[in-house]
């Protein structure tokens, strides 16, 4: 009799636990929402830049979608749900336009799907709600105004609306996409550069810019202006002295890596995994790719209120080639005596204090072409380069340290790599597998 009630009481206490434990469980699910997306194009995660965008939203986000029911409804709904799930600030409603005329006529609706996205005490009206969009429609009310970035032209620098493989159509797209409005400058005259730049580009002069546009130049870094100053090997522009002033010193040559380049590349296209500390690429993991860049170095003692970061470095296989007929020529390539061993810096960001607590960033690039329609999407290219350009404009949020959406990009191998991917599958592994099956007969003709 004792030993029934003891199994009784056990089996009660383990009901008891077994149900303690269930409720604990319905509690936790009921108040911490998880998911997993198991789909290819991860089309129910949120892009990176979306998530970042919403986790910085410091107000209340009120979404109205005019829409009948519908798949199309449905959808925004599904999306919606995504949102307010990453902010707590983010809410909607759906609203038949035909059963709420009234309403619909207060906010302008003419026909189904139209999308009002309102806070901060601005609305922002959408034609159809997808992620872009929303996300678009929180930077600009957001922003209290759209940053303005103006690229140099009339210097043989490539176009921003040139949709050739050698213009900047993309990088000006991916900009706009990020909120900003981007333009072209004619820098000629002293008062040339607009007084609403917050970031002047300037990639990949052919032709050398005068007196009067550098000292232009030098005038904006002065005021706290913002430059990105990207040339390409035997081309400086003129520009050399204007970064010399902010502590970058940029290497007459051409960086050359035999052991970490694009694969069935020449030793002239470095592929960079290695980054700084700066909040730009802290973490950042990608490979970017750069098509002929020439050497950057860092002042050890660099101008009062000068300071200076590293954003990307080459292996320790590279090394600067100062030989300028192999350089034109592009012949075979060996390190010389007069050489810099690697690792090189090809990217610096140079904080320049200025008067009246004003800060400059001039962020410098020893390559440009990376920055071109023919490269931008290679890679870690478009993300490295979109990071560096939203720290200097103090855009953090912006700032993503992974590839949120799928794209047909060329998958980038360094000659190490591919001999790794030879080996083990075509050659390590399957001799395993004969090891496996061989030993096993050998040991019984023996036997």
Same mark, same amino acid.
């Given at each position: 009799?004792?030993?029934?009630?003891?199994?009784?009481?056990?089996?009660?206490?383990?009901?008891?636990?077994?149900?303690?434990?269930?409720?604990?469980?319905?509690?936790?699910?009921?108040?911490?929402?998880?998911?997993?997306?198991?789909?290819?194009?991860?089309?129910?995660?949120?892009?990176?830049?979306?998530?970042?965008?919403?986790?910085?939203?410091?107000?209340?986000?009120?979404?109205?979608?005019?829409?009948?029911?519908?798949?199309?409804?449905?959808?925004?709904?599904?999306?919606?749900?995504?949102?307010?799930?990453?902010?707590?600030?983010?809410?909607?409603?759906?609203?038949?336009?035909?059963?709420?005329?009234?309403?619909?006529?207060?906010?302008?609706?003419?026909?189904?799907?139209?999308?009002?996205? $309102? =806070?901060?005490?601005?609305?922002?009206? /959408?034609? !159809?709600?997808?992620?872009?969009?929303? #996300?678009? &429609?929180?930077? %600009?009310?957001?922003?209290?105004?759209?940053?303005?970035?103006?690229?140099?032209?009339?210097?043989?620098?490539?176009?921003?609306?040139?949709?050739?493989?050698?213009?900047?159509?993309?990088?000006?797209?991916?900009?706009?996409?990020?909120?900003?409005?981007?333009?072209?400058?004619?820098?000629?005259?002293?008062?040339?550069?607009?007084?609403?730049?917050?970031?002047?580009?300037?990639?990949?002069?052919?032709?050398?810019?005068?007196?009067?546009?550098?000292?232009?130049?030098?005038?904006?870094?002065?005021?706290?202006?913002?430059?990105?100053?990207?040339?390409?090997?035997?081309?400086?522009?003129?520009?050399?002295?204007?970064?010399?002033?902010?502590?970058?010193?940029?290497?007459?040559?051409?960086?050359?890596?035999?052991?970490?380049?694009? $694969? =069935?590349?020449?030793?002239?296209?470095? /592929?960079? !995994?290695?980054?700084?500390?700066?909040? #730009?690429? &802290?973490?950042? %993991?990608?490979?970017?790719?750069?098509?002929?860049?020439?050497?950057?170095?860092?002042?050890?003692?660099?101008?009062?209120?000068?300071?200076?970061?590293?954003?990307?470095?080459?292996?320790?296989?590279?090394?600067?080639?100062?030989?300028?007929?192999?350089?034109?020529?592009?012949?075979?390539?060996?390190?010389?005596?007069?050489?810099?061993?690697?690792?090189?810096?090809?990217?610096?960001?140079?904080?320049?204090?200025?008067?009246?607590?004003?800060?400059?960033?001039?962020?410098?690039?020893?390559?440009?072409?990376?920055?071109?329609?023919?490269?931008?999407?290679?890679?870690?290219?478009?993300?490295?380069?979109?990071?560096?350009?939203?720290?200097?404009?103090?855009?953090?949020?912006?700032?993503?340290?992974?590839?949120?959406?799928?794209?047909?990009?060329?998958?980038?191998?360094?000659?190490?790599?591919?001999?790794?991917?030879?080996?083990?599958?075509?050659?390590?592994?399957?001799?395993?597998?004969?090891?496996?099956?061989?030993?096993?007969?050998?040991?019984?003709?023996?036997?």
């Amino acid at each position: 009799m004792p030993s029934r009630a003891i199994h009784a009481s056990s089996a009660a206490l383990f009901v008891l636990i077994f149900v303690i434990m269930l409720a604990v469980v319905y509690l936790t699910a009921m108040n911490h929402d998880m998911g997993w997306d198991l789909s290819r194009s991860k089309e129910n995660t949120l892009d990176p830049r979306t998530r970042n965008i919403l986790s910085a939203l410091d107000f209340d986000v009120r979404v109205t979608v005019f829409d009948k029911p519908g798949r199309d409804r449905d959808k925004a709904r599904e999306l919606l749900d995504l949102f307010s799930l990453e902010s707590p600030g983010v809410h909607y409603e759906l609203i038949h336009p035909d059963i709420r005329p009234g309403t619909a006529r207060r906010f302008g609706i003419d026909r189904y799907g139209r999308t009002v996205i $309102a =806070g901060k005490g601005r609305q922002v009206m /959408v034609d !159809s709600l997808t992620e872009e969009s929303f #996300a678009n &429609a929180l930077l %600009t009310i957001k922003q209290e105004r759209k940053k303005n970035i103006y690229v140099t032209c009339g210097h043989g620098e490539p176009g921003i609306d040139d949709e050739e493989k050698g213009g900047l159509s993309s990088l000006a797209s991916a900009l706009r996409k990020d909120g900003y409005r981007v333009s072209g400058a004619l820098t000629i005259r002293l008062d040339a550069i607009p007084r609403d730049a917050d970031l002047l580009i300037v990639a990949g002069p052919r032709e050398r810019f005068t007196p009067e546009e550098i000292q232009a130049l030098r005038e904006f870094i002065h005021q706290g202006g913002n430059i990105l100053i990207a040339l390409e090997p035997l081309a400086d522009g003129g520009l050399t002295g204007l970064l010399d002033e902010a502590g970058i010193v940029i290497g007459d040559d051409l960086v050359v890596d035999p052991v970490n380049h694009a $694969a =069935g590349g020449e030793a002239t296209m470095p /592929v960079v !995994s290695a980054y700084g500390s700066a909040e #730009a690429v &802290a973490g950042y %993991t990608g490979a970017t790719v750069f098509p002929t860049s020439r050497s950057l170095v860092a002042c050890d003692n660099p101008p009062a209120g000068v300071s200076i970061s590293r954003l990307a470095r080459t292996s320790e296989q590279s090394w600067a080639e100062h030989d300028s007929a192999s350089i034109a020529g592009h012949e075979a390539f060996s390190p010389g005596p007069a050489d810099q061993k690697g690792p090189l810096d090809i990217a610096l960001l140079a904080l320049v204090q200025t008067g009246g607590n004003r800060k400059a960033r001039v962020l410098a690039f020893g390559d440009a072409d990376f920055l071109t329609n023919a490269y931008f999407n290679v890679a870690g290219n478009r993300n490295f380069a979109l990071n560096c350009i939203n720290a200097v404009l103090d855009q953090g949020y912006l700032i993503s340290l992974d590839e949120g959406e799928l794209r047909d990009v060329p998958f980038v191998l360094t000659p190490g790599r591919r001999a790794l991917l030879f080996w083990v599958p075509v050659v390590v592994v399957p001799s395993l597998l004969l090891s496996f099956a061989l030993v096993p007969a050998w040991k019984r003709r023996r036997a």
